[in-house]
Structures are given as C-alpha cells and as structure tokens.
C-alpha cells in the first residue's frame, strides 16, 4: 500500500466563500480563533459557552456565535472546521462528519483523526515560516517556533518586501529567463545586500534596488560577454 504525506499549502481563505467552522469556545479554540481572523472573517463559532478573549475577537472581527452544542449538518457548506471540544467522542463525530463532507478537519485532541494539523508559525510580512511535527511533539514546534523567532528578527519584514519590489521590476524589465535566475540569486546570497535594506528607509528602499538592479545587470552582461569569449 502506497504510504501518503500531508501536503503542506498556503491558503487565501479570504478568497474563497465558505465559512470557517470552530465547534468550542475554550483556550485551544481561542487560539485557533486568533490565527483565523488574521486570514478570513468569515468564521463562525458553535458552543455554548465561549471564554472572554472569544468574546473580543467576536467583537473587532464581526464574527458569528451559534450558542448551542454542535448538531451534525454544522459543517455543511464549510471550507475548513476545528473541532475544539474536550469531549473526544464529539471531536470524533465532527470528523466523521468532515470526512463524509469533504471537508477538512482539525481535531485538538486527536492528531490521528485531523485531516489538517494546524503548524506553528512566525511570520514577518510576506515570509512565513511555519514548523509541524505532525503530532509528534506539538511542544517540539512551539519551541522551535520561539528559536526562529529570535533568528528571524523583524528586519526581515523588510527585506522580503524589498525582494518583492525587486522581483517586479526584474520581472518587467529582463526578457532573459537566464539573467533574471543570475539576479535573483544574486540578491539572496550577498549578505551584505540583506545589511544594506536593513539600514534603508522603507522609502528609499525602491531608489537602493533601482541602483542595485542596474549594478547587477551589468555585472551580468560582462559575464555574458567573458563567457561568449572564451
Ligand atoms: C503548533 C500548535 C498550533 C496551534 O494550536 O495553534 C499546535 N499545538 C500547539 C501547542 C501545544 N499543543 C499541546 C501542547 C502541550 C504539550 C504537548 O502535548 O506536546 C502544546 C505546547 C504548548 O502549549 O506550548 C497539546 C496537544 N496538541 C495536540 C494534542 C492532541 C494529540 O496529541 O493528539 C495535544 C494533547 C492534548 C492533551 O493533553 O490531551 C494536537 C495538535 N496540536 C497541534 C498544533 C497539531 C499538531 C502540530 C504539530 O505537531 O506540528 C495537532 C495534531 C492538531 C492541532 O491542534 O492543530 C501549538 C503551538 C503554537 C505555538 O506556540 O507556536
Ligand atoms: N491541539 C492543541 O493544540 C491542544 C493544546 C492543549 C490542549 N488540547 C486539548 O484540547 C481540548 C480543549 O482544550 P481547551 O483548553 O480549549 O478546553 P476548554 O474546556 O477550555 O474548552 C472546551 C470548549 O468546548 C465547548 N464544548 C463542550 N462540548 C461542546 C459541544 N458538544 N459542542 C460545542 N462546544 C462544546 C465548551 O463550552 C468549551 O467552550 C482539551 O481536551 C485538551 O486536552 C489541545
């Protein structure tokens, strides 16, 4: 029998209209609720009682609160659900249902029955790194979680956004698959480039990739020329 992985995504729920369906309104679910919101508002809590820091969320992100015990039928029309009760058998019977549905579930107490585990993550603008044990050892990500965060200062915000600026005009303005390759590694692998965003206003950040992007392309013509020479 062939032995499956996860398949680890990124996913624009924002994009897409289903709702987010968290069944419990306890500490794990508040957890859970906190990272949803940050991706979609599309969410809607089933539990009868929900703690304070719910409550807030429920508040800013104009989510909606279905106060009663999950029923079967909750996740009908759902693009993601968490089962967040303490109860195994009801965490069970939710991705039963999923399962039937086709749609994924997250179970809190049980990594065997998820058909998604929920990683840790740290994110600094657009990078996002994100570490998953599968269950093994969920403390093992969070530790690991709290390490990258010290490695990964919040400079890096920037920097991704710079690559980003950079990516664009490259894109725009080299025809060559082969030169854009040469620069794009380029601007990851010299440190050096990654010190001087680092010090670089956010506005001046387009006027420093102008000149460097002009300084690379040509370094990259000379290597062109040397190479068609020998
Ligand atoms: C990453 C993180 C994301 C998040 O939840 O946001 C997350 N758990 C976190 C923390 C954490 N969870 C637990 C502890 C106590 C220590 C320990 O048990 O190790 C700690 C540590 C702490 O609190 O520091 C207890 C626990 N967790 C699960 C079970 C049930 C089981 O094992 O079957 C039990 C036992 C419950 C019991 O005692 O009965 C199951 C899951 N937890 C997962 C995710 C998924 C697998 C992720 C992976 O392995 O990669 C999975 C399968 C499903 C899911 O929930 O998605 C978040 C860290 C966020 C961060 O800090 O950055
Ligand atoms: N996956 C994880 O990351 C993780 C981490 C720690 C603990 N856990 C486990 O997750 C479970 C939940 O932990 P917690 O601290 O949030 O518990 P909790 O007791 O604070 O919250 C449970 C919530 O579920 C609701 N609930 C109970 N029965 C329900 C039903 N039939 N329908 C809808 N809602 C219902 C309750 O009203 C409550 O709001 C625990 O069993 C715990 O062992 C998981």
């Not at 508040?30 to 991706?39: E, F, H, T, Y």
């Not at 506005?203 to 040509?218: A, G, P, S, T, V």
Request: net charge negative; proline share 4%.
């Amino acid at each position: 029998m062939i032995s499956y992985e996860s398949y680890p995504i990124m996913l624009n729920l924002s994009e897409i209209e289903a709702n987010c369906v968290v069944v419990g309104g306890g500490k794990v679910a508040s957890r859970k609720i906190s990272s949803l919101v940050k991706a979609t508002s599309q969410v809607v809590i089933i539990s009868p009682e929900i703690n304070p820091k719910i409550e807030k969320l429920l508040e800013s992100h104009n989510l909606k609160w279905i106060k009663r015990p999950y029923q079967y039928g909750d996740l009908q029309g759902a693009v993601l659900a968490f089962a967040c009760t303490f109860d195994p058998e009801i965490n069970s019977e939710i991705a039963k249902e999923g399962k039937e549905k086709g749609v994924p579930v997250n179970v809190v107490t049980s990594a065997e029955e998820s058909t998604f585990y929920v990683p840790a993550t740290i994110s600094r603008g657009d990078l996002n790194i994100s570490i998953s044990t599968q269950g093994a050892s969920p403390a093992l990500a969070a530790k690991l979680r709290r390490n990258f965060e010290q490695e990964f200062g919040q400079e890096w915000e920037k920097y991704v956004e710079f690559l980003k600026i950079a990516r664009i005009k490259v894109k725009n303005q080299i025809p060559d698959s082969d030169t854009r390759s040469y620069i794009f590694n380029k601007l990851v692998e010299d440190d050096a480039i990654f010190d001087q965003v680092k010090d670089t206003n956010r506005k001046d950040l387009e006027y420093f990739c102008d000149k460097l992007l002009k300084q690379l392309i040509e370094n990259g013509r000379q290597q062109d020329e040397t190479k068609n020479r020998d």
